[in-house]
């Protein structure tokens, strides 16, 4: 009877998947926010969320540990410097995966994979967007009677 494995293969060995998920993650631990496609994006999910539980516990073993996994120095010290500081409350659900528009050459379904803690909430005022067509139109008769009527 076939039994079903709880990873996705992506198309890979297992030797060229595991270094695919450590490069995405040191990514991800580094940059703060990756965009990939969707398969690799919860993937890498996985291996971040017990990488990040790990951290937490601020030990050298878990240094050496996580060190087995992302053989980046670089990545090692932003994670247990900044990343465990940010969320050291939080108990799990450190990333957030928001689906994109497939991918332009091979419609692949392309993912944004995030550190929670790490996103820039949205301006409330609206950039540039359109005017009125009363204020870009010049000779309209809305833009006339408002030049006309003197502003106390």
């Known amino acids: 009877m076939r039994k079903v494995k709880p990873a996705r293969k992506l198309g890979r060995t297992a030797a ?3 270094a695919t998920l450590s490069n995405l993650s040191t990514q991800l631990l580094v940059y703060k926010r990756i965009e990939t496609t969707e398969a690799k994006a919860k993937e890498t999910r996985r291996v971040v969320e ?3 539980t ?3 516990k601020g030990t050298v073993h878990a240094q050496r540990e ?12 932003i994670l247990f410097e900044e990343i465990v500081g940010k969320v050291g409350l939080r108990n799990g659900g450190y990333t957030r995966v928001i689906k994109l528009a497939p991918r332009y050459g091979d ?6 994979l995030e550190l929670v803690d790490y996103t820039e909430a949205p301006s409330s005022t609206p950039k540039s967007g359109k005017q009125d067509r ?3 139109v010049r000779g309209s008769r809305k833009n006339a009677e408002a030049s006309a009527t003197p502003s106390a």
């Open 16 to 18: 060229h998947r595991k």
């Open 50 to 52: 017990k990488i990040i």
């Open 54 to 56: 790990k951290a937490r």
């Open 66 to 77: 996580i060190f087995k996994d992302i053989r980046d120095k670089q990545a090692i010290r």
């Open 107 to 112: 419609a692949a379904k392309m993912a944004v």
């Open 134 to 136: 009363a204020k870009r």
